[in-house]
């Protein structure tokens, strides 16, 4: 297991996703939050940060458990903070110190620097330069501006770099990684996927025993996955709701049932399409809608979940992203991520012992492991589709009749894209429902009638998002399908904008 010590750099969790890559486990810690008993972690990275070291309140945790007594790698700013702290000098630059460089010298025969040649390219990202290295360091590499572009303090395992090893233009980033983890710190690369799911099912499997699991599914990729995990672990004990809000695509309600079933999943498919519909009669305002759909899944979600007899827990698909407590670029830790109810006014399915078996995995890792239990592409590969569904697709306020010409252009398009092989070229897609009628003509007739917006983002992480260069001729058929086959459709737009500065919803 290795520690990584995250000063809030923008790059933290992609360390992470590169140690994981190299299938060894690692977890990410703020600065502030040395965990006390340090015996498990068999190595330790630093991070960049945002801060300067010679700011006031620049982090400066205790690493006396850490340096020299376990192999330690200090990135950017963490190797900044090794030479500031450790008798070295850390000034402002004065030549600019961020984007692409090349390793110019790299000392011979070491380790650390094995597989990697001279020229390599690396990405530096600082303002601060390492003027004078800290005692006991030597050079083991330098860029054309940038001297100590990488050192090590002799007699111990610790190493530090200026660039970033885990950004993509850092050509060398992982064979660095691998040479720090596997050859100098001895860390075996036996995490995979079947490794995870067989420790996870023994731990569930002990932790559970015999009581009652309630799992709420909603099609997604993560449900999916925790709720196939606990199954294997406990079986008929799992409890599966999937509540159809009457906003979900065509069909999707149905169909996904019918796959759930076909895994083998004890699962009760809940229609509440009119309660939702009923709650949001006559609201427009977006995060009211938002908040109405919140509420009522709650109450139909706190219902169902009376009807299993002594259930104790609730599991959840919660993945590492939404639980990472990073650093904020202020210096504080963030926020704990979920907010504090009061106990008192929680629904009563709120009150059980919560369980999350993804909790420790990134999105791609989700669906390695979902891959590893064969659960079929079709779940997996799937666009992620928001919460609240169409109701934020539906610009204004929503009746039935609205979300059935959605569903109907959204299934037009979404097949298409399979059909035109476009499907997993794009992050997410879907149509957007606007609040304006336009002039058309049809045959001899004036029509005045509803315009679509088509959406296809491609993004990895939903952050940052543009739009995608899809082919005239496949947008010139959707069009004309969509027009031809909706009645009440007169207008087809493409949306060309990106994120930011729009988002990917229209709400
Ligand atoms: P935006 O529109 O903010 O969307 O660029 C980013 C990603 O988040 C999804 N999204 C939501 N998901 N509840 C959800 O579960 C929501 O209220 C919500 N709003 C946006 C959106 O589909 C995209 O993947």
Avoid at 230 to 238: N, P, R, V
Avoid at 415 to 436: E, F, S
Avoid at 460 to 489: C, H, R
């Amino acid at each position: 297991n290795v520690l990584i010590l995250d000063f809030g750099s923008q790059y933290t969790q992609l360390i992470a996703r590169r140690v994981r890559e190299l299938n060894i486990f690692c977890e990410i810690k703020p600065y502030n939050k040395l965990p006390e008993d340090l015996s498990e972690y068999k190595a330790v990275i630093l991070s960049g940060s945002p801060f300067s070291v010679r700011a006031d309140d620049a982090p400066h945790p205790d690493l006396s458990q850490i340096k020299g007594k376990k192999p330690l790698l200090a990135v950017c700013y963490g190797a900044q903070y090794l030479a500031h702290f450790g008798g070295g000098n850390v000034a402002p630059s004065n030549t600019r110190e961020y984007g692409r460089a090349n390793l110019s010298y790299i000392k011979p025969d070491e380790v650390f620097f094995e597989s990697i040649s001279e020229g390599s390219q690396v990405w530096m990202s600082h303002s601060d330069t390492i003027q004078k290295l800290p005692e006991g360091a030597m050079v083991l590499a330098s860029t054309h501006d940038v001297e100590n572009a990488a050192y090590r303090i002799a007699g111990e395992e610790t190493y530090a770099i200026q660039f970033h090893p885990e950004v993509y233009h850092t050509k060398d980033g992982k064979q660095l990684l691998e040479n720090f983890l596997v050859k100098i710190a001895g860390l075996g690369q036996t995490w995979t996927p079947d490794a995870f799911v067989d420790s996870t099912v023994a731990e569930l499997k002990r932790k559970i025993g015999d009581e009652k699991v309630i799992l709420g599914l909603s099609g997604g990729v993560d449900s999916t996955v925790a709720a196939v995990l606990l199954h294997k672990a406990i079986g008929k004990h799992l409890h599966c709701i999937f509540v159809n809000n009457g906003l979900l695509r065509k069909n999707e309600f149905e169909e996904v049932l019918e796959q759930y079933k076909g895994m083998g999943l004890n699962v009760k498919g809940v229609d509440a399409s009119a309660r939702f519909l009923d709650a949001l009669k006559g609201e427009s305002d977006p995060e009211k809608k938002r908040k109405i759909i919140g509420r009522v899944f709650i109450e139909v979600f706190d219902d169902e979940a009376h009807k299993v007899e002594d259930a104790k827990w609730l599991a959840q698909g919660t993945i590492y992203p939404d639980v990472i407590e990073s650093v904020s670029a202020t210096g504080g830790p963030s926020a704990t991520i979920k907010s504090h109810h009061n106990v008192g006014g929680l629904p009563d399915f709120m009150k059980l012992k919560v369980v999350e078996p993804l909790k420790m995995l990134f999105k791609d890792e989700v669906r390695r492991v979902g891959r590893s239990m064969d659960i079929g592409e079709e779940r997996l590969g799937r666009h992620p589709f928001p919460g609240p569904g169409l109701a934020i697709r539906i610009l204004g306020d929503i009746t039935a009749e609205k979300v059935a010409i959605l569903q109907e252009v959204d299934h037009i398009f979404i097949k298409g894209l399979r059909d035109w092989g476009l499907y997993d070229k794009v992050w997410q897609a879907g149509a957007m429902l606007l609040p304006v009628n336009s002039v058309g003509v049809m045959g001899d007739e004036r029509t005045y009638e509803k315009c679509v917006a088509l959406r296809a983002v491609e993004s990895t992480d939903g952050m940052t998002a543009d739009w995608v260069n899809l082919p005239y001729e496949f947008l010139q058929k959707m069009s004309n399908d969509i027009i031809n086959k909706v009645p009440g459709v007169n207008r087809v737009v493409y949306d060309i904008s990106s994120k930011p500065p729009a988002t990917i919803e229209w709400e």
